[in-house]
């Protein structure tokens, strides 16, 4: 794995531009430019894409999958999965990049209260399971990965310090033990950066994870009750005590808002689940994703049932819409159907309807993250932030009055 810094913000801004560049794997040299999405994933793939389906989305944006070890506890055995020729072959993806971490926020959520000094536990379908470094290291070079962080002990932001101290003691120890399991001695590996609200011990765990043999970091441990003001003191500290030459990675951002107020804290690659959610309830992206020139979609940016980033499908406004989800969007969706007929499948309780809206929302963000790589390389992202969240501040606001 390597990672360049291509661009950063005049001005003194953190907001960055680069190229991560994977070669092996699963097939070859593959160059991803960062900012970048991770897709999130049920059991290796999107929840409602298959194999051919992923193909139909723009490359090479859409290669980045976050795929989650503590899946497959309960799938084949570790050793079926090596044979097949890890998760690359298992899933039929020889070319995307797989990065594998051990919670997300759908199906393997990190449970403080039964972590233990002997692994970290998650609540899955399946109930609660306390995971070893051995065994996730186990799990690690069965799937053969791209690129894996290494175990942590995530914490919410409301406990309290002694706690904080006892998950980046943990965290560290845990990480020392799956570099000492790990056969490429950690070369693939993404250090993990907790400490709950901690600065101090955010600060110390970065600090920390940064004299390890790691080729990059995993800020983990957000989403989990900070506030706003919380989280971008504790981004910002964060990524003061990391190397600028190596990709930063954060957990749980997904709204627009927080991947750009990440994106200005110098963060590379985003894993969110915040496109699942979305299609899940019935919710299309529409925003227009050049937010400075802010063109309005179909003459006018109608938000029944939604607000200026989204609309709510299953709103009886659409049931006679003809129009399509966004004019210029040139997904699959919006090229060959209408809002009427989203709006009935939804209702009707259609797998298709999901699937749909897996497609435009997977393909529209995507494209937001493309115009803020290029508002980054023209000096522009300052303005292309400021705007965003103005524009959204108005729309609000109007909806106040």
């Given at each position: 794995?390597?990672?360049?810094?291509?661009?950063?913000?005049?001005?003194?801004?953190?907001?960055?531009?680069?190229?991560?560049?994977?070669?092996?794997?699963?097939?070859?040299?593959?160059?991803?430019?960062?900012?970048?999405?991770?897709?999130?994933?049920?059991?290796?793939?999107?929840?409602?894409?298959?194999c051919?389906?992923?193909?139909?989305?723009?490359?090479?944006?859409?290669?980045?999958?976050?795929?989650?070890?503590?899946?497959?506890?309960e799938?084949?055995?570790?050793?079926?999965?090596?044979?097949?020729?890890?998760?690359?072959?298992?899933?039929?993806?020889?070319?995307?990049?797989?990065?594998?971490?051990?919670?997300?926020?759908?199906?393997?959520?990190?449970?403080?209260d039964?972590?233990?000094?002997?692994?970290?536990?998650f609540?899955?379908?399946?109930?609660?399971?306390?995971?070893k470094?051995?065994?996730?290291?186990?799990?690690?070079?069965?799937?053969?990965?791209?690129?894996?962080?290494?175990?942590?002990?995530?914490?919410?932001?409301?406990?309290?310090?002694?706690?904080?101290?006892?998950?980046?003691?943990?965290?560290?120890?845990?990480?020392?033990?799956?570099?000492?399991?790990?056969?490429?001695?950690?070369?693939?590996?993404?250090?993990?950066?907790?400490?709950?609200?901690?600065?101090?011990?955010?600060?110390?765990?970065?600090t920390e994870?940064?004299?390890?043999?790691?080729?990059?970091?995993?800020?983990a441990?957000?989403?989990?009750?900070?506030?706003?003001?919380?989280?971008?003191?504790?981004?910002?500290?964060?990524?003061?005590?990391?190397?600028?030459?190596?990709?930063?990675?954060?957990?749980?951002?997904?709204?627009?808002?927080?991947?750009?107020?990440?994106?200005a804290?110098?963060?590379?690659?985003?894993?969110?689940?915040?496109?699942?959610?979305?299609t899940?309830?019935?919710?299309?992206?529409?925003?227009?994703?050049?937010?400075?020139?802010?063109?309005?979609?179909?003459?006018?940016?109608n938000?029944?049932?939604g607000?200026?980033?989204?609309?709510?499908?299953?709103?009886?406004t659409?049931?006679?819409?003809?129009?399509?989800?966004?004019?210029?969007?040139?997904?699959?969706?919006?090229?060959?159907?209408?809002r009427?007929?989203?709006?009935?499948?939804?209702?009707?309780?259609?797998?298709?309807?999901?699937?749909?809206?897996?497609?435009?929302?997977?393909?529209?963000?995507?494209?937001?993250?493309?115009?803020?790589?290029?508002?980054?390389?023209?000096?522009?992202?300052?303005?292309?932030?400021?705007?965003?969240?103005?524009?959204?501040?108005?729309?609000?606001?109007?909806?106040?009055?």
């Amino acid at each position: 794995m390597r990672f360049v810094v291509t661009k950063v913000c005049s001005g003194g801004g953190k907001a960055r531009a680069g190229a991560l560049h994977i070669g092996g794997g699963g097939g070859g040299g593959i160059g991803i430019e960062t900012p970048a999405l991770l897709l999130s994933t049920r059991k290796g793939l999107p929840a409602f894409l298959s194999c051919d389906l992923l193909a139909s989305l723009p490359l090479p944006d859409s290669l980045l999958l976050h795929v989650c070890p503590t899946h497959f506890i309960e799938g084949p055995p570790v050793k079926t999965i090596s044979a097949i020729g890890g998760l690359h072959g298992m899933l039929g993806v020889p070319d995307h990049i797989l990065v594998a971490a051990a919670s997300d926020s759908i199906a393997s959520l990190p449970s403080s209260d039964a972590t233990n000094k002997f692994g970290a536990s998650f609540e899955t379908p399946s109930g609660r399971r306390l995971v070893k470094p051995s065994d996730y290291m186990e799990l690690i070079s069965c799937m053969k990965p791209n690129i894996w962080a290494s175990l942590a002990d995530e914490v919410p932001a409301w406990v309290n310090e002694k706690r904080n101290k006892v998950s980046v003691e943990r965290t560290l120890r845990w990480l020392d033990a799956c570099i000492a399991l790990d056969v490429a001695s950690g070369t693939n590996s993404f250090g993990v950066i907790v400490g709950g609200s901690s600065l101090e011990q955010r600060k110390l765990c970065a600090t920390e994870v940064s004299k390890r043999n790691v080729s990059g970091f995993w800020i983990a441990g957000f989403g989990l009750g900070e506030s706003i003001e919380e989280r971008c003191s504790l981004l910002n500290a964060v990524t003061d005590c990391l190397p600028p030459e190596k990709p930063r990675l954060v957990s749980r951002l997904g709204l627009p808002e927080e991947v750009l107020e990440g994106v200005a804290a110098g963060i590379d690659l985003f894993d969110s689940t915040y496109i699942y959610q979305l299609t899940m309830g019935g919710f299309a992206l529409i925003f227009p994703v050049d937010m400075v020139e802010r063109e309005m979609q179909n003459g006018i940016l109608n938000t029944s049932g939604g607000d200026s980033t989204k609309i709510n499908l299953r709103a009886t406004t659409y049931r006679k819409d003809m129009s399509r989800l966004v004019d210029s969007c040139n997904c699959f969706t919006c090229q060959n159907h209408t809002r009427a007929y989203l709006n009935h499948l939804l209702n009707v309780h259609e797998m298709l309807a999901q699937i749909l809206l897996e497609i435009h929302n997977t393909h529209h963000y995507l494209r937001f993250f493309r115009s803020i790589r290029e508002a980054i390389k023209v000096g522009e992202f300052d303005l292309f932030r400021q705007e965003f969240v103005k524009k959204r501040r108005a729309h609000f606001a109007a909806l106040a009055i």
